[in-house]
């Protein structure tokens, strides 16, 4: 199936009943279920939550049908399918066992904070044959979706390096500890905000051989990381550099950007437009020339049925609900290419954990470092 955002009109409405539960009721599991409700091929039969007062709420004024147990749900509600938009650290056994009982699953994003249970999860979904898709929205968003269409094309020649980053002002001060602020519940920079654009670098280049030089810093938070710095490393000498950090208040929310050289030209991209420069060299492409070339989010991007948070939302959620009528299991944002992402950031934070791999001849030990307010270059 292609990765084109298929219209609903393409499938006949009575064909087109898909019963959804919803699993998780936080900022993102409220947005989903505001959208998934909305859509003309769903019915929302059941939501799950842990806290009383939110399903006292929906209960009341929506009448939806509640319950404080994922498996209370599953025994109680005849469903097609399940969004699940808890913290990660439930994500693998709730996964585990909506497959069991053969639904299709929408999950927020990263699939697991484990890559042998993410790779585990994959191969379960595809013994069943069901539809999976991972919420990594960015593949929706035009431009980025764009520069995926030229690289497909060639229209740069041979890619070179990538420059993947994310800068947003979500950790500006010294907090109370919440799931985000814990990595052992899939809070954190690295899993859920660098998770994004190492996703984007897994679409454009596949999954790196290696990687290295990477940095975990803490700006502000005192149990996980604010900001990630790494090198990636793909086959044919790609090379690739990623950079974010949460903890930026230039930024006024989370800005994802991204720029691919290659011997034909460069592309730089982010949510509102795509930015391309080709070579006299480069091949041509339809709707480009030579030199300095600017496309619009607002040309590149469909319209969706409801709006919320930015079209790539729903479209997401559009393309999961027209999989399952169409019983597509092949298409964007798989367990399998969730798992992947995954592998990235396991490698990430292993790589962190080893430190420097290249040490100056003359650094001083660690202990010493500290006394004279260096920085420690050599572990003890």
Known sequence: MSETNAPAAEVPIETARVRVGVIGLGKMGLSHLAMIKAHPWVSVDAVVDSTGYILDVLGKYTGLT??????????AVELDAVIIATPTKFHAPMVKS???????????????????????????????GVVTQVGYHNRFVGAFREVKRLLDLGAIGRVTHIQAEAYGPVVLKSRGSTWRSNRNEGGGCLYDYAAHPVDLLTWYAGEPIGV?????????????????????????????????????ESYRKMTTQITITGTAGRIHADRQECQVYLRDTAPEIDGYETGWNVKYTTELTDEVWYYLRGEEYSAQLDHFVTRVVEGAVLGTNSFTSAAATDHVLELLTIDAAAGPSTRAATAAPAPVAKKKGLLPWRRA
């Open 98 to 128: 909506v497959l069991e009982r053969g639904l299709h699953i929408f999950c927020e994003k990263p699939l697991s904070l484990s890559a042998a249970d993410s790779d585990e999860l994959a191969a379960l979904a595809e013994r069943r």
């Open 66 to 75: 509640t319950f404080t147990s994922v498996d209370d749900m599953l025994a």
């Open 212 to 248: 290295g030089g990477t940095v975990l810093g803490s700006v502000f938070s005192e149990h996980t990381e604010d900001e990630v710095f790494s090198t990636l490393f793909f086959d044919a000498g790609v090379s690739a550099q990623l950079s974010v950090n949460w903890s930026d």
